[in-house]
């Protein structure tokens, strides 16, 4: 059973575009968002995250946008960069063992 | 430096033999734990170890066996009873605690079982 459900699976965008990457849970017990940036043969990094009582959370050209209703949070990497091109990740904590459930991922490429 | 180290970076293994992947971490963190990747199916747990000498099974525990001797030291050994064990495997470490919720991750240990 996926918890948590990503899209789209890949993205292209030129440089200078906006990357937009959505992920949606179900489990109301999630309590904490954080979103991976993943390079190939890499482990994954934390890029940025949410908790649930904030609707908005900027870092530089990485925005997270977090709807509690519909429950859906989604990245947006404005002026999107070729260092960019990686594999993005979100994922949903739960419980005080900090039990992350990640999507499956969203390839990014990032052309010229 | 601070940090994950997973080794060896590549590891393979003929089908019925146990393979142990190694996980240190000198950040003094409580928690750790292994996943595994494969393409297009994310990060899935496998174990979890909140504190020395005690563990528990992640979403897809069988197959696999783990030991938490020492606060920077979890192991993961892949038995001959895992079905599909070629995979890209990752170790995690974070502090625990309600208020402590990055996971950090380490390099991986890609195993291919022929």
């Known amino acids: 059973q996926q918890q948590v459900k990503q899209s789209p699976q890949s993205l292209i965008v030129q440089k200078g575009g906006i990357s937009i990457i959505n992920c949606a849970y179900e489990?109301?017990?999630?309590?904490?968002f954080p979103w991976y940036q993943q390079f190939p043969g890499k482990g994954p990094a934390l890029l940025i995250a949410i908790r649930p009582d904030v609707s908005e959370k900027k870092e530089g050209r990485f925005t997270i946008s977090f709807n509690k209703s519909a429950k859906q949070f989604s990245l947006h990497i404005m002026d999107s960069q070729p260092g960019d091109s990686a594999t993005y990740f979100c994922a949903a904590r739960t419980g005080t063992a900090s039990k992350l459930t990640f999507g499956t991922g969203t390839r990014l490429q990032v052309t010229l | 430096d601070g940090g994950i180290t997973q080794s060896p970076k590549y590891l393979f293994r003929k089908e019925g033999q146990n393979v142990t992947l190694s996980c240190e971490q000198n950040l003094n963190h409580d928690a750790m734990y292994w996943y595994r990747q494969d393409p297009g199916q994310g990060l899935r747990l496998i174990y979890y170890s909140q504190i020395v000498n005690d563990f528990q099974k992640g979403d897809i525990a069988e197959g696999y066996s783990v030991s938490r001797e020492k606060k920077e030291s979890f192991p993961l050994t892949v038995t001959s009873a895992q079905k599909n064990p070629t995979a890209f495997y990752l170790c995690?470490?974070?502090?625990?605690?309600?208020?402590?919720?990055?996971?950090?991750f380490g390099p991986g240990t890609r195993l291919t079982v022929t």
């Open positions: 489990n109301t017990a999630f309590d904490y």
């Open positions: 995690a470490s974070s502090m625990s605690g309600l208020a402590k919720y990055e996971q950090y």
